[in-house]
Nanobody, 114 residues
């Protein structure tokens, strides 16, 4: 039973940057198949970035070139570096397995506004 807690969100102006972190306790079943998801108000949760089972990184088209997913195996953490943020990036961001499995963490709010 792995516990996932996201942090690093906040209020940022368009064009700004944020770095999200996902801290895991317990155990992570897959080291490669992890992803970041987001859910905007009134919208379904969507995948934005992921490590595939083959160890490659994939991104939804809307964030390509702006977001970077990474991990620190020693610290058991996953990160999402978000640059050139846009208002449409505003959402609650979550980490989970890819495909998602088990319980979701609390998420972290990202608000991009001028």
């Amino acid at each position: 039973q792995v516990q996932l807690v996201e942090s690093g969100g906040g209020l940022v102006q368009p064009g700004g940057s944020l770095r999200l972190s996902c801290a895991a306790s317990g155990t992570i079943f897959s080291i490669y198949a992890m992803g970041w998801y987001r859910q905007a108000p009134g919208k379904q949760r969507e995948l934005v970035a992921a490590f595939t089972s083959g160890g490659s990184t994939n991104y939804v088209d809307s964030v390509k070139g702006r977001f970077t997913i990474s991990r620190d195996n020693a610290k058991n953490t996953v990160h999402l570096q978000m640059n050139s943020l846009k208002p449409e990036d505003t959402a609650v961001y979550y980490c989970n397995n890819y495909p998602p499995y088990g319980l979701w963490g609390p998420g972290t709010q990202v608000t991009v506004s001028s």
